[in-house]
């Protein structure tokens, strides 16, 4: 577990965690039953069929006899949700009513302001869920929406477990779900446009079946929409609100965060649609960007789950643009102990056709033998460059030192450094002498 910040006074964190319950804690994500003075269930840090992940209530500690893990309410919250330190904490205060304090520097002001925006967020995520309950009691009443996600192979109980719905045709279908519809947490939310010109209000979505966007802690934070025939755009999302920012936000890793554990890696896709589809093939451990660029942050995200993760991409020009973006998000946190891969299709797939045409055996297969992000890299930088040719060679050096320079210190990074002298027919001394100096116009690798 993470230092405590000096920030948060340690009698807080132990105030804290002497009025949590760490059942109830763990029991909003584990199915618990009692058994003599414990709890016991499934451990959800890894596959078993019978349950050895015991929560005691006098100890206020949780325990798995099959995988070793334990710790307190703060830790769970942390290694199952994959929350930093302080969200945690702010989680579990925020459940009884406790403040955190802040820092002793900041003023009363900034710490009012920040107390706002947090029973704003709170707020949002409220009317976002009620939303979202309003559209999937659409869906059971659309024929349409329905044979729409039965054409694409998703079961009801696919359906249930991603929240999935269906907001119906015409300009104010929410107004039967709030009756303020003039409510500016409306328009916060992404769920209503307001007209600049007339002031006039509509929803955002209208006649598109509806994929709830969750943040790790189960909370609905915003939607994307797809449309059922061929209008455009295809895809909708909802717009940045102060709780969804797509930057930082990973479709389905609520729902994923446990097969990710169990598969060993997290599977990158490029829409929701395929990580709906995935779950339902057999691929569970799917997340998706929301209509942008993969980066740092959803990167550093996935790894407090995992060590591994692959990039799945279209195999076509836009794929391969797609993949060079994901890349740049990968390398600051591409350490000798994670392992990051890209996995590229044949241009006429995407995952979910792919695994229909082809089956579960033949995407494992190709998930396995996915190109690692050294030789992406290598790739990369040697794209358009002749070898053949002392230019060439320089270009290449030159694309590289970008890239080289954003991996953290390591055997990879060295390891590297070796493969581009070879590729640059420089001796290692002469490129590491290159590497380090930092002489005005040199455009070869330098150490980061």
């Known amino acids: 577990m993470e230092n405590t910040p000096v920030s948060i006074p340690q009698s807080f964190i132990q105030e804290l965690l002497a009025r949590v319950d760490v059942v109830d804690v763990v029991g909003r994500y584990v199915q618990l039953k009692k058994s003599g003075a414990n709890f016991m269930g499934l451990c959800p840090f890894h596959g078993e069929k019978s349950p050895s992940f015991s929560v005691s209530p006098s100890k206020q500690f949780f325990h798995c006899f099959g995988c070793g893990k334990n710790g307190n309410a703060i830790g769970f919250l942390m290694d199952h949700a994959g929350m930093g330190f302080r969200e945690a904490v702010q989680d579990l205060a925020q459940q009884i009513g406790m403040q955190v304090p802040d820092d002793e520097?900041?003023?009363?002001?900034?710490?009012?302001?920040?107390?706002?925006?947090?029973?704003?967020?709170?707020?949002?995520?409220?009317?976002?869920?009620?939303?979202?309950?309003?559209?999937?009691?659409?869906?059971?009443?659309?024929?349409?929406?329905?044979?729409?996600?039965?054409?694409?192979?998703?079961?009801?109980?696919?359906?249930?477990?991603?929240?999935?719905?269906?907001?119906?045709?015409?300009?104010?279908?929410?107004?039967?779900?709030?009756?303020?519809?003039d409510s500016p947490l409306l328009e916060e939310s992404g769920l209503v446009i307001v007209?600049?010109?007339?002031?006039?209000?509509?929803?955002?979505?209208?006649?598109?079946?509806?994929?709830?966007?969750?943040?790790?802690?189960?909370?609905?934070i915003g939607f994307g929409g797809r449309v059922l025939g061929d209008d455009k755009p295809k895809y909708l999302n909802s717009p940045?609100?102060?709780?969804?920012?797509?930057?930082?936000?990973?479709?389905?890793?609520?729902?994923?965060?446990?097969?990710?554990?169990?598969?060993?890696?997290?599977?990158?896709?490029?829409?929701?649609?395929?990580?709906?589809?995935?779950?339902?093939?057999?691929?569970?451990?799917?997340?998706?960007?929301?209509?942008?660029?993969?980066?740092?942050?959803?990167?550093?995200?996935?790894?407090?789950?995992?060590?591994?993760?692959?990039?799945?991409?279209?195999?076509?020009?836009?794929?391969?643009?797609?993949?060079?973006?994901?890349?740049d998000g990968a390398l600051p946190y591409a350490s000798d102990t994670r392992s990051v891969?890209?996995?590229?299709?044949?241009?006429?797939?995407?995952?979910?056709?792919?695994?229909?045409?082809?089956?579960?055996?033949?995407f494992a297969r190709h998930v396995g033998d996915a190109v690692p992000l050294s030789r992406f890299l290598l790739e990369a930088a040697r794209e358009g460059c002749d070898l053949g040719t002392a230019e060439g060679r320089a270009h290449m050096l030159s694309n590289a030192r970008p890239l080289w320079a954003a991996l953290p210190d390591g055997a990879l990074k060295r390891q590297l450094l070796t493969e581009l002298g070879e590729l640059g027919q420089l001796p290692a001394p002469d490129?590491?002498?290159?590497?380090?100096?930092?002489?005005?116009?040199?455009?070869?690798?330098?150490?980061g």
């Open 105 to 181: 520097n900041t003023s009363p002001q900034d710490r009012e302001r920040a107390a706002a925006q947090r029973q704003k967020q709170a707020t949002l995520t409220d009317v976002l869920e009620k939303a979202g309950d309003a559209w999937r009691r659409h869906l059971r009443e659309s024929p349409r929406a329905v044979q729409y996600f039965k054409g694409r192979g998703v079961s009801g109980q696919v359906a249930k477990r991603y929240g999935l719905g269906y907001a119906p045709e015409g300009w104010r279908g929410l107004a039967s779900v709030f009756p303020e519809y």
């Open 195 to 220: 007209n600049e010109e007339d002031g006039k209000r509509y929803d955002r979505f209208r006649d598109r079946v509806m994929f709830p966007i969750r943040n790790v802690k189960g909370e609905c």
């Open 240 to 327: 940045e609100t102060p709780v969804f920012h797509k930057g930082r936000e990973l479709y389905g890793l609520y729902e994923a965060r446990n097969a990710i554990r169990e598969h060993g890696y997290a599977l990158v896709t490029e829409g929701y649609m395929d990580v709906v589809a995935l779950a339902q093939l057999g691929f569970p451990n799917a997340v998706a960007t929301l209509g942008t660029a993969c980066t740092p942050e959803h990167v550093h995200k996935l790894f407090r789950f995992t060590d591994t993760v692959v990039f799945s991409f279209d195999g076509d020009a836009a794929g391969r643009r797609a993949a060079r973006k994901a890349l």
């Open 341 to 362: 891969k890209f996995l590229f299709l044949p241009a006429e797939h995407d995952p979910d056709s792919f695994v229909r045409a082809y089956g579960p055996e033949a």
């Open 431 to 447: 490129l590491a002498q290159l590497a380090l100096a930092d002489a005005p116009g040199d455009h070869v690798v330098r150490a």
